[in-house]
């Protein structure tokens, strides 16, 4: 039997994911993306091996193209809109969810921070990796 380590579900419940493992890490991004993604100055996330993340219910999906030219899709909950999933083509193997999904507050601290480039100024985190794109 599978061990399911973290569970997490959209607004209105529809659809359900369960992780059978820890993250591979948990990230902060500030791309313009993710702050339109999140109505927030940031995206917070964690990345799972694709095998690891179990997906009950149907979604949506929409593909776009990164800044740095890699295709990221978005897969939404068809009924509330709640961002359930990223898939980035850069890390086929992985998938990426918004950390703020989960039930409990039991996530590391994000360790890597992206698109600094893009963060308001009034923003302070202390990321042990720094990615400025």
Same mark, same amino acid.
């Given at each position: 039997?599978?061990?399911? &380590?973290? &569970?997490?579900?959209?607004?209105? /419940?529809?659809?359900?994911?369960?992780?059978?493992?820890?993250?591979?890490?948990?990230?902060?991004?500030?791309? =313009?993306?993710?702050?339109?993604?999140? /109505?927030?100055?940031? /995206?917070?996330?964690?990345?799972?091996?694709?095998?690891?993340?179990?997906?009950?219910?149907?979604?949506?999906?929409?593909?776009?193209?990164?800044?740095?030219?890699?295709?990221?899709?978005?897969?939404?909950?068809?009924?509330?809109?709640?961002?359930?999933?990223?898939?980035?083509?850069?890390?086929?193997?992985?998938?990426?969810?918004?950390?703020?999904? =989960?039930?409990?507050?039991?996530?590391?601290?994000?360790?890597?921070?992206?698109?600094?480039?893009?963060?308001? /100024?009034?923003?302070?985190?202390?990321?042990?990796?720094?990615?400025?794109?």
């Amino acid at each position: 039997m599978t061990k399911i &380590t973290h &569970t997490c579900d959209c607004v209105c /419940g529809l659809v359900q994911i369960r992780c059978t493992a820890e993250p591979i890490n948990t990230s902060i991004c500030h791309c =313009f993306d993710c702050q339109k993604r999140t /109505g927030s100055v940031f /995206g917070v996330q964690a990345r799972f091996h694709k095998d690891r993340v179990i997906l009950d219910g149907d979604v949506i999906r929409y593909s776009r193209i990164s800044n740095t030219g890699n295709q990221v899709q978005y897969e939404f909950c068809p009924a509330c809109g709640t961002t359930m999933r990223l898939v980035l083509s850069d890390f086929p193997e992985d998938v990426v969810i918004p950390m703020g999904l =989960f039930h409990g507050q039991e996530f590391p601290e994000p360790t890597i921070s992206i698109y600094e480039s893009k963060k308001h /100024g009034w923003m302070r985190f202390d990321c042990t990796k720094k990615h400025i794109r």
